[in-house]
Protein backbone atom coordinates (compact mmCIF):
# COMPACT_ATOMS: atom_id res chain seq x y z
CA UNK A 1 0.00 0.00 0.00
CA UNK A 2 1.46 3.30 -0.77
CA UNK A 3 1.26 5.88 1.79
CA UNK A 4 1.41 10.09 1.16
CA UNK A 5 4.71 9.93 3.59
CA UNK A 6 8.00 8.11 3.69
CA UNK A 7 7.47 5.22 5.72
CA UNK A 8 9.71 2.38 7.59
CA UNK A 9 9.09 -1.14 9.07
CA UNK A 10 10.03 -1.09 12.90
CA UNK A 11 9.15 -3.73 15.50
CA UNK A 12 8.12 -2.88 18.99
CA UNK A 13 7.31 -5.17 21.69
CA UNK A 14 5.58 -8.46 19.84
CA UNK A 15 4.15 -5.49 16.81
CA UNK A 16 5.57 -5.49 13.92
CA UNK A 17 4.59 -1.57 12.62
CA UNK A 18 5.35 0.28 9.38
CA UNK A 19 5.39 4.04 11.11
CA UNK A 20 6.03 7.55 9.21
CA UNK A 21 9.85 7.89 8.09
CA UNK A 22 10.32 11.71 9.82
CA UNK A 23 12.61 13.42 12.26
CA UNK A 24 11.66 12.65 15.55
CA UNK A 25 12.49 15.19 18.80
CA UNK A 26 12.19 13.83 22.24
CA UNK A 27 9.93 15.19 24.20
CA UNK A 28 6.00 15.75 24.84
CA UNK A 29 4.08 15.01 21.34
CA UNK A 30 2.81 17.75 18.68
CA UNK A 31 0.17 16.64 15.75
CA UNK A 32 1.71 16.72 12.39
CA UNK A 33 0.54 16.20 8.89
CA UNK A 34 1.72 12.35 9.25
CA UNK A 35 0.75 9.51 11.98
CA UNK A 36 2.18 10.27 14.85
CA UNK A 37 4.18 7.70 16.58
CA UNK A 38 6.51 8.07 19.27
CA UNK A 39 9.22 5.37 20.24
CA UNK A 40 10.27 6.78 23.62
CA UNK A 41 6.39 5.97 24.50
CA UNK A 42 7.47 2.38 24.41
CA UNK A 43 7.84 1.86 28.01
CA UNK A 44 4.46 3.71 28.46
CA UNK A 45 3.22 0.66 26.50
CA UNK A 46 5.42 -1.89 27.45
CA UNK A 47 4.52 -1.35 30.83
CA UNK A 48 0.73 -0.88 30.04
CA UNK A 49 0.72 -4.69 27.89
CA UNK A 50 2.42 -5.91 31.54
CA UNK A 51 -0.20 -5.06 33.67
CA UNK A 52 -3.01 -5.51 31.24
CA UNK A 53 -2.02 -9.48 31.16
CA UNK A 54 -3.00 -9.54 34.99
CA UNK A 55 -5.73 -7.05 34.45
CA UNK A 56 -8.25 -7.97 37.89
CA UNK A 57 -11.42 -8.03 35.40
CA UNK A 58 -11.96 -10.00 32.48
CA UNK A 59 -11.00 -8.23 29.32
CA UNK A 60 -13.16 -9.28 26.22
CA UNK A 61 -13.37 -6.23 24.05
CA UNK A 62 -10.87 -3.42 24.09
CA UNK A 63 -11.04 0.28 22.57
CA UNK A 64 -7.83 1.74 21.39
CA UNK A 65 -9.11 5.28 21.73
CA UNK A 66 -6.75 7.42 19.82
CA UNK A 67 -4.86 4.90 18.06
CA UNK A 68 -2.47 6.88 15.57
CA UNK A 69 -0.54 3.88 13.87
CA UNK A 70 -2.66 1.08 15.90
CA UNK A 71 1.08 0.81 17.97
CA UNK A 72 -0.79 0.23 21.28
CA UNK A 73 -4.05 -1.44 20.49
CA UNK A 74 -1.74 -3.87 18.04
CA UNK A 75 0.60 -4.84 21.20
CA UNK A 76 -2.52 -4.99 23.66
CA UNK A 77 -4.33 -7.56 20.78
CA UNK A 78 -0.74 -9.39 21.04
CA UNK A 79 0.99 -9.36 24.43
CA UNK A 80 -2.22 -9.04 26.29
CA UNK A 81 -4.46 -12.02 24.35
CA UNK A 82 -7.34 -9.29 23.79
CA UNK A 83 -9.66 -11.12 21.44
CA UNK A 84 -11.75 -7.99 20.05
CA UNK A 85 -9.72 -4.91 19.64
CA UNK A 86 -11.37 -1.67 18.12
CA UNK A 87 -8.93 0.95 17.04
CA UNK A 88 -10.56 4.63 17.05
CA UNK A 89 -8.96 7.61 15.09
CA UNK A 90 -9.71 10.36 13.79
CA UNK A 91 -7.47 11.05 10.93
CA UNK A 92 -8.40 9.06 7.97
CA UNK A 93 -4.72 9.37 6.56
CA UNK A 94 -3.89 7.19 10.42
CA UNK A 95 -6.80 4.97 9.50
CA UNK A 96 -5.16 3.70 6.33
CA UNK A 97 -1.95 3.13 8.12
CA UNK A 98 -3.88 0.97 11.09
CA UNK A 99 -5.46 -0.92 8.90
CA UNK A 100 -1.45 -1.95 7.06
CA UNK A 101 -0.19 -2.57 10.40
CA UNK A 102 -3.54 -4.71 11.67
CA UNK A 103 -2.91 -6.87 8.17
CA UNK A 104 0.51 -6.95 8.88
CA UNK A 105 0.26 -8.58 12.44
CA UNK A 106 -2.37 -10.81 11.63
CA UNK A 107 -5.11 -9.49 13.18
CA UNK A 108 -8.51 -8.98 12.95
CA UNK A 109 -10.15 -5.43 14.64
CA UNK A 110 -12.38 -3.22 14.02
CA UNK A 111 -11.14 0.07 12.87
CA UNK A 112 -13.31 3.02 13.35
CA UNK A 113 -13.00 6.58 11.85
CA UNK A 114 -14.22 9.13 13.73
CA UNK A 115 -14.21 11.26 17.29
CA UNK A 116 -13.58 9.08 20.12
CA UNK A 117 -16.30 10.64 22.18
CA UNK A 118 -18.76 10.09 19.54
CA UNK A 119 -17.62 6.36 19.57
CA UNK A 120 -17.94 6.04 23.70
CA UNK A 121 -21.60 7.42 23.46
CA UNK A 122 -21.90 4.36 20.65
CA UNK A 123 -20.40 1.27 22.62
CA UNK A 124 -19.22 0.02 25.25
CA UNK A 125 -15.75 -1.40 25.45
CA UNK A 126 -13.99 -3.80 29.09
CA UNK A 127 -10.91 -1.01 29.04
CA UNK A 128 -10.93 2.51 26.92
CA UNK A 129 -7.26 4.07 26.17
CA UNK A 130 -6.91 7.38 26.32
CA UNK A 131 -3.68 8.44 24.80
CA UNK A 132 -3.59 12.08 23.95
CA UNK A 133 -1.73 14.99 22.70
CA UNK A 134 -1.33 16.77 25.56
CA UNK A 135 -4.15 16.42 28.19
CA UNK A 136 -6.58 13.37 28.19
CA UNK A 137 -9.42 16.19 29.66
CA UNK A 138 -11.38 16.44 26.98
CA UNK A 139 -12.33 12.78 26.35
CA UNK A 140 -12.16 12.12 30.25
CA UNK A 141 -16.21 12.54 30.82
CA UNK A 142 -17.30 10.69 28.07
CA UNK A 143 -15.03 8.09 29.02
CA UNK A 144 -16.54 7.81 32.84
CA UNK A 145 -19.71 8.69 30.98
CA UNK A 146 -20.08 5.54 29.40
CA UNK A 147 -22.79 3.26 31.20
CA UNK A 148 -20.93 -0.16 31.21
CA UNK A 149 -17.15 0.96 31.96
CA UNK A 150 -16.94 -1.66 34.27
CA UNK A 151 -13.54 -2.47 32.86
CA UNK A 152 -11.09 0.36 33.49
CA UNK A 153 -9.42 2.87 31.61
CA UNK A 154 -6.00 3.68 30.72
CA UNK A 155 -4.73 7.41 30.73
CA UNK A 156 -1.48 9.30 29.53
CA UNK A 157 -1.33 13.24 29.70
CA UNK A 158 1.64 14.56 28.63
CA UNK A 159 0.98 17.86 29.80
CA UNK A 160 3.28 17.26 32.72
CA UNK A 161 4.51 21.10 32.83
CA UNK A 162 0.56 22.10 33.34
CA UNK A 163 -0.22 18.83 36.07
CA UNK A 164 3.50 19.01 37.93
CA UNK A 165 3.34 23.05 38.84
CA UNK A 166 5.11 25.06 35.87
CA UNK A 167 1.37 26.20 34.76
CA UNK A 168 -0.67 26.55 37.95
CA UNK A 169 -3.18 28.51 36.34
CA UNK A 170 -3.57 26.25 33.29
CA UNK A 171 -4.09 23.26 35.98
CA UNK A 172 -6.84 24.81 37.32
CA UNK A 173 -8.69 25.69 34.54
CA UNK A 174 -8.09 21.97 32.86
CA UNK A 175 -7.89 19.69 36.19
CA UNK A 176 -9.52 22.18 38.78
CA UNK A 177 -6.61 21.36 41.04
CA UNK A 178 -3.76 23.37 42.73
CA UNK A 179 -0.36 21.87 41.41
CA UNK A 180 3.59 23.15 42.91
CA UNK A 181 6.21 23.04 41.81
CA UNK A 182 8.85 21.28 43.73
CA UNK A 183 10.45 17.99 43.62
CA UNK A 184 7.39 16.38 44.62
CA UNK A 185 6.09 17.91 41.61
CA UNK A 186 5.20 14.65 39.53
CA UNK A 187 3.94 13.06 42.09
CA UNK A 188 1.32 15.72 42.86
CA UNK A 189 0.74 16.01 38.94
CA UNK A 190 -0.34 12.62 38.62
CA UNK A 191 -2.31 12.57 41.82
CA UNK A 192 -3.90 15.31 40.45
CA UNK A 193 -4.92 13.36 37.29
CA UNK A 194 -5.93 10.44 39.82
CA UNK A 195 -8.03 13.09 42.00
CA UNK A 196 -9.88 14.00 38.75
CA UNK A 197 -10.83 11.43 37.61
CA UNK A 198 -12.03 10.46 40.55
CA UNK A 199 -14.37 13.15 40.78
CA UNK A 200 -15.29 12.60 37.27
CA UNK A 201 -16.45 8.92 38.60
CA UNK A 202 -17.71 9.94 41.80
CA UNK A 203 -20.11 12.65 39.80
CA UNK A 204 -21.62 9.66 38.17
CA UNK A 205 -22.10 7.74 41.37
CA UNK A 206 -18.82 5.22 40.23
CA UNK A 207 -15.59 5.35 41.85
CA UNK A 208 -12.22 4.25 40.95
CA UNK A 209 -9.40 2.18 42.02
CA UNK A 210 -5.78 2.55 40.36
CA UNK A 211 -4.08 -0.48 39.80
CA UNK A 212 -0.75 0.63 38.50
CA UNK A 213 0.53 4.39 37.83
CA UNK A 214 3.65 5.93 36.97
CA UNK A 215 5.49 8.77 35.57
CA UNK A 216 8.62 8.10 33.13
CA UNK A 217 9.80 10.55 30.44
CA UNK A 218 7.34 13.32 29.59
CA UNK A 219 4.47 11.38 30.67
CA UNK A 220 2.10 10.38 33.46
CA UNK A 221 -0.35 7.53 33.32
CA UNK A 222 -2.66 5.87 35.63
CA UNK A 223 -4.32 2.34 34.03
CA UNK A 224 -7.46 2.28 36.75
CA UNK A 225 -10.75 -0.08 37.10
CA UNK A 226 -13.91 1.87 37.38
CA UNK A 227 -16.26 0.28 39.88
CA UNK A 228 -19.84 0.93 39.29
CA UNK A 229 -20.92 1.97 42.69
CA UNK A 230 -19.76 4.53 44.34
CA UNK A 231 -17.06 4.54 47.30
CA UNK A 232 -15.54 7.04 49.58
CA UNK A 233 -13.17 8.73 47.05
CA UNK A 234 -9.11 9.23 48.87
CA UNK A 235 -9.39 12.59 48.04
CA UNK A 236 -7.87 15.30 49.84
CA UNK A 237 -5.94 18.62 49.76
CA UNK A 238 -2.40 18.81 51.81
CA UNK A 239 0.52 21.95 52.31
CA UNK A 240 3.90 21.62 52.08
CA UNK A 241 4.89 21.22 56.03
CA UNK A 242 8.61 20.92 55.06
CA UNK A 243 10.92 18.73 52.44
CA UNK A 244 8.83 16.11 51.65
CA UNK A 245 6.57 16.54 54.17
CA UNK A 246 3.11 17.24 53.29
CA UNK A 247 0.10 17.25 55.42
CA UNK A 248 -3.71 17.29 54.57
CA UNK A 249 -5.73 20.39 55.72
CA UNK A 250 -9.36 20.22 55.16
CA UNK A 251 -10.22 24.12 54.75
CA UNK A 252 -9.46 26.60 51.95
CA UNK A 253 -7.23 29.10 53.75
CA UNK A 254 -3.33 29.00 52.43
CA UNK A 255 -1.32 27.68 50.10
CA UNK A 256 -2.88 24.28 49.89
CA UNK A 257 -2.52 21.73 46.75
CA UNK A 258 -5.22 19.89 44.98
CA UNK A 259 -7.56 18.38 45.22
CA UNK A 260 -5.63 15.04 44.49
CA UNK A 261 -5.42 11.22 45.39
CA UNK A 262 -4.29 10.43 48.84
CA UNK A 263 -4.79 6.73 48.40
CA UNK A 264 -3.17 4.17 46.82
CA UNK A 265 -1.67 4.47 43.14
CA UNK A 266 -1.72 1.10 42.46
CA UNK A 267 -2.38 -2.15 43.14
CA UNK A 268 0.76 -3.80 45.01
CA UNK A 269 -0.85 -7.68 45.20
CA UNK A 270 -1.27 -7.20 41.11
CA UNK A 271 2.07 -5.06 41.22
CA UNK A 272 3.37 -7.89 42.85
CA UNK A 273 2.76 -10.24 40.48
CA UNK A 274 3.81 -8.63 37.49
CA UNK A 275 7.02 -9.66 35.78
CA UNK A 276 8.72 -8.26 32.47
CA UNK A 277 7.97 -10.06 29.41
CA UNK A 278 9.89 -11.14 26.19
CA UNK A 279 8.67 -7.96 24.93
CA UNK A 280 9.92 -5.72 27.44
CA UNK A 281 12.91 -3.55 27.30
CA UNK A 282 15.73 -3.66 29.91
CA UNK A 283 14.76 0.08 30.91
CA UNK A 284 10.70 -0.78 31.11
CA UNK A 285 11.99 -4.07 33.26
CA UNK A 286 13.94 -1.50 35.79
CA UNK A 287 11.07 0.80 36.36
CA UNK A 288 8.73 -2.17 37.18
CA UNK A 289 10.83 -3.38 39.67
CA UNK A 290 11.18 0.06 40.85
CA UNK A 291 7.41 0.16 40.95
CA UNK A 292 6.94 -2.68 42.57
CA UNK A 293 9.14 -1.68 45.08
CA UNK A 294 7.36 1.64 46.22
CA UNK A 295 4.00 0.28 45.38
CA UNK A 296 3.02 0.19 49.22
CA UNK A 297 4.36 3.10 50.60
CA UNK A 298 2.79 6.14 51.74
CA UNK A 299 2.66 9.51 49.55
CA UNK A 300 5.25 11.74 48.29
CA UNK A 301 8.82 11.46 50.01
CA UNK A 302 11.93 13.22 50.51
CA UNK A 303 14.61 14.18 48.64
CA UNK A 304 18.71 14.27 49.81
CA UNK A 305 19.41 17.14 47.55
CA UNK A 306 16.38 19.67 50.13
CA UNK A 307 17.24 17.86 53.23
CA UNK A 308 21.40 19.05 52.27
CA UNK A 309 19.90 22.34 51.79
CA UNK A 310 17.93 22.88 55.07
CA UNK A 311 21.15 20.75 56.55
CA UNK A 312 23.79 23.06 55.07
CA UNK A 313 25.60 19.56 54.37
CA UNK A 314 26.64 17.18 51.74
CA UNK A 315 24.16 14.71 51.41
CA UNK A 316 24.83 10.88 52.38
CA UNK A 317 24.94 7.77 49.62
CA UNK A 318 20.83 7.39 49.36
CA UNK A 319 21.57 3.45 49.99
CA UNK A 320 23.43 4.74 53.16
CA UNK A 321 20.50 7.02 54.04
CA UNK A 322 17.93 4.39 53.98
CA UNK A 323 19.78 1.71 55.03
CA UNK A 324 19.83 4.41 58.03
CA UNK A 325 16.45 4.47 58.27
CA UNK A 326 15.94 1.09 58.44
CA UNK A 327 17.97 0.54 61.36
CA UNK A 328 16.07 2.32 63.17
CA UNK A 329 12.49 0.95 62.35
CA UNK A 330 11.10 2.81 59.32
CA UNK A 331 10.70 1.60 56.16
CA UNK A 332 12.72 3.39 53.64
CA UNK A 333 12.45 2.89 49.56
CA UNK A 334 13.41 4.37 46.44
CA UNK A 335 11.16 6.08 44.42
CA UNK A 336 10.73 6.04 40.47
CA UNK A 337 9.51 9.44 41.00
CA UNK A 338 13.18 11.38 41.53
CA UNK A 339 16.96 9.80 41.52
CA UNK A 340 17.99 11.33 44.84
CA UNK A 341 13.82 10.46 46.60
CA UNK A 342 13.67 8.10 49.57
CA UNK A 343 9.83 7.55 50.54
CA UNK A 344 9.51 6.92 53.95
CA UNK A 345 7.05 6.17 57.13
CA UNK A 346 10.23 8.00 59.36
CA UNK A 347 8.78 11.72 60.84
CA UNK A 348 10.49 14.30 59.95
CA UNK A 349 12.87 14.57 62.72
CA UNK A 350 14.46 11.40 62.14
CA UNK A 351 14.69 11.58 59.11
CA UNK A 352 16.69 14.66 59.91
CA UNK A 353 18.92 12.85 62.58
CA UNK A 354 19.50 10.00 59.71
CA UNK A 355 20.32 12.49 57.17
CA UNK A 356 23.17 14.11 60.00
CA UNK A 357 24.17 10.63 61.42
CA UNK A 358 24.79 9.55 57.89
CA UNK A 359 26.08 12.64 56.14
CA UNK A 360 29.81 12.30 55.40
CA UNK A 361 32.18 13.46 58.04
CA UNK A 362 33.10 17.14 57.81
CA UNK A 363 30.72 17.86 55.26
CA UNK A 364 28.62 20.31 57.29
CA UNK A 365 29.41 24.20 57.23
CA UNK A 366 29.90 24.40 60.77
CA UNK A 367 26.55 26.91 60.75
CA UNK A 368 23.29 25.73 62.84
CA UNK A 369 21.21 23.78 60.28
CA UNK A 370 17.47 25.58 59.95
CA UNK A 371 14.87 23.97 62.62
C1 LIG B 1 -0.61 10.98 20.85
S1 LIG B 1 -1.40 10.29 19.49
C2 LIG B 1 -1.76 8.66 20.01
C3 LIG B 1 -0.59 7.77 20.10
C4 LIG B 1 -0.93 6.31 20.17
N1 LIG B 1 -1.83 6.01 21.27
C5 LIG B 1 0.32 5.44 20.26
O1 LIG B 1 0.43 4.63 21.22
O2 LIG B 1 1.19 5.55 19.40
C6 LIG B 1 -3.00 11.03 19.52
C7 LIG B 1 -3.87 10.61 18.34
O3 LIG B 1 -5.21 11.03 18.60
C8 LIG B 1 -5.82 11.41 17.39
N2 LIG B 1 -6.96 12.27 17.77
C9 LIG B 1 -6.93 13.55 18.23
N3 LIG B 1 -8.18 13.96 18.56
C10 LIG B 1 -9.01 12.90 18.32
C11 LIG B 1 -10.39 12.69 18.52
N4 LIG B 1 -11.18 13.66 18.99
N5 LIG B 1 -10.92 11.48 18.21
C12 LIG B 1 -10.12 10.50 17.70
N6 LIG B 1 -8.80 10.64 17.49
C13 LIG B 1 -8.24 11.82 17.80
C14 LIG B 1 -4.71 12.13 16.63
O4 LIG B 1 -4.98 12.12 15.23
C15 LIG B 1 -3.50 11.26 17.01
O5 LIG B 1 -3.28 10.26 16.05
Known sequence: MDFPFPVVETTEGAARL????????????????????????????????????????RLTSVLD????????????????????LTLNERSEIAVDLIRENVRRNDLHADIRAGDLRTRLSEADYDFVDIDPFGPPTPFLPAAFEAPEVAGG???????????????????????????LRCP???????RILIGYCARLA??????????LAF???HFVR???????????????RVVRAGPGHFVRVSGLAGDWIGPLWL??????????????????????????????????????????????????????KLERFTAGLREIGYRATRTHFHPRGVKTDAPPEDVRRVFRDRAPSGSTDGSAPAS
Open 18 to 57: LVPDVPRRRGPATAGPWPFYNPTMAVNRDLSAIVLRRWPQ
Open 65 to 84: GLAATGAWGIRMALEAGVRA
Open 153 to 179: IGVTATDTAVLCGTYPDACQRRYDARP
Open 184 to 190: QGTEIGL
Open 202 to 211: AARSKSVQPI
Open 215 to 217: AAE
Open 222 to 236: VLLVVVPRSRPASLG
Open 263 to 316: GPMSSSEILGRLSPTAWTSGGSARLLASLQGESDAAPFFVTTDELAAEERASPP
